[in-house]
């Protein structure tokens, strides 16, 4: 993927991640560290949560993974040949 790609998909991962963010008042990287830690397994038993956490966790793990690959194209780039300068007529 190119920066300009991850960067756009990025983006509406954290739309669909704010959803999630306002629904339950956390942000997504304190829930996702607390499900990884085991600390919701008690709201496993409710469907609504059980498929919303799942999808969160999804939504989330895949931005993170978006978000490496960016900073790792970053580093390998010449940030001012990156850049879709579009100029002004």
């Keep these: 993927m190119t920066v300009r790609e991850l960067v756009i998909e ?3 991962l954290e739309r669909r991640l ?4 306002e629904k339950y ?4 990287e ?8 085991g600390s919701l397994a008690e ?3 409710y469907d609504e949560t059980r498929t919303d956490f799942s999808r969160w966790k999804g939504i989330y ?7 490496q690959l960016y900073t790792e194209q970053l580093k390998i780039s010449i940030f ?9 007529y």
């Design 10 to 12: 990025m983006k509406l």
């Design 61 to 67: 793990e895949t931005w993170r993974r978006r978000n």
């Design 80 to 88: 001012s040949e990156m850049l879709q300068f579009q100029p002004t």
């Design 18 to 21: 704010t959803l999630y963010e």
């Design 25 to 28: 008042g956390v942000l997504s």
């Design 43 to 45: 709201y496993d038993e």
């Design 30 to 37: 304190d829930f996702y560290t607390a499900l990884m830690s």
